[in-house]
């Protein structure tokens, strides 16, 4: 019965029903069970419901851990595409950039740095999905090490090909005259000089270069001698190309270039000649490498035409940044 329903009793005296009024008191206790009562069936109730159909908010923080999960499975694939790159680049690294410029290969225990023990992750064991977070942990770390030691490659490179390009433009590369201009002796021993008849080697490749052919510097470099050798050389330029290398342009008939002057590659140091122990005229050249002598032909191609030369040599000369 309801607390605030009405309760009638018969009143044998007065033959009428007459209304049961309870204390205040009594009433409020009516009331204050029928309350808890209600307030526990509910409970109970909802406790079915939830048990049954789920939470509103249960439901909400389910949907939110399913596309938890869904966005850890997209970053996952994101991650081993990163790291499938990141091996792609080490690859590079190490078949092509790092022999051609001389590097030594990085060591894999380097390339994949160690990332720490396995407690690192202690402070995720309370999650439920706890596996997939600590894996997108794992290769976050991975390729961030990978990543840090492939910037440092890159740079190692770079400041390699900066190297290997000056070095390149540096080192004795071209014909020093017209390539329609026929060789001479190369490097050889002679059982006779054509001009003091005694048997001596010869240290450099000849061209029977005309009197006042052209001669231009094979490589970039510093002037470190220019003028007159005692030693039958005659008028001659000597040019120090740095990493070792010298060149010697010997029986000229004319200088163009003081001692000092930084030249490039192309750069016209003189004029052929006849000029010291010399039988006629020609260009002696010479390669020195570390003191060692070098046979010139080694360091140039055949492949060009006169034509061909002449226009590199123009091309060489309208870049040239030392005139």
Known sequence: M????????????????KQVRYPLKIRLLKFAGWLV??????????????????????????????NLKISYSILDMRFAEALNTLGNLR??????YRPVLGLDTIPSFYRIPATGGVERFRDLNFLKNKDLIVSAREKLEQIRGMATVQRESFVEISNAKDEWNRMNEYLPKICPVDVSIKRGDGIKFREEHPVLGTARWHYGQDF??????????TG??????????????????????GYGFRTIY????????PVGLNIKRGDRIGL???????SGPHLHYQIDY???????????????TPEEYRDMIMTLNSKSRFR
């Open 37 to 66: 009562v209600s307030v526990m069936v509910s409970a109970f109730y909802l406790h079915l419901f939830e048990m049954r159909f789920g939470s509103p908010k249960e439901k909400m923080l389910n949907s939110e851990i399913e």
């Open 91 to 96: 690859k590079s690294d190490d078949i092509r």
């Open 290 to 304: 570390n003191g060692s002598h070098q046979n010139p032909l080694w360091f140039f191609s055949d492949d060009l």
């Open 208 to 217: 029977n270069a005309p009197y006042g052919t052209e001669v231009f510097a």
């Open 272 to 278: 052929s000649g006849n000029s010291g122990t010399s």
């Open 220 to 241: 970039s470099g510093t002037v470190v001698a220019a003028g007159w050798n005692s030693e039958g050389f005659g008028y001659h330029v000597i040019i120090d190309h």
């Open 2 to 17: 309801l607390p605030w329903r009405k309760k009638y009793l018969f009143d044998e005296e007065s033959l009428l029903f």
């Open 250 to 257: 010997a029986h000229l008939s004319k200088i163009d270039v």
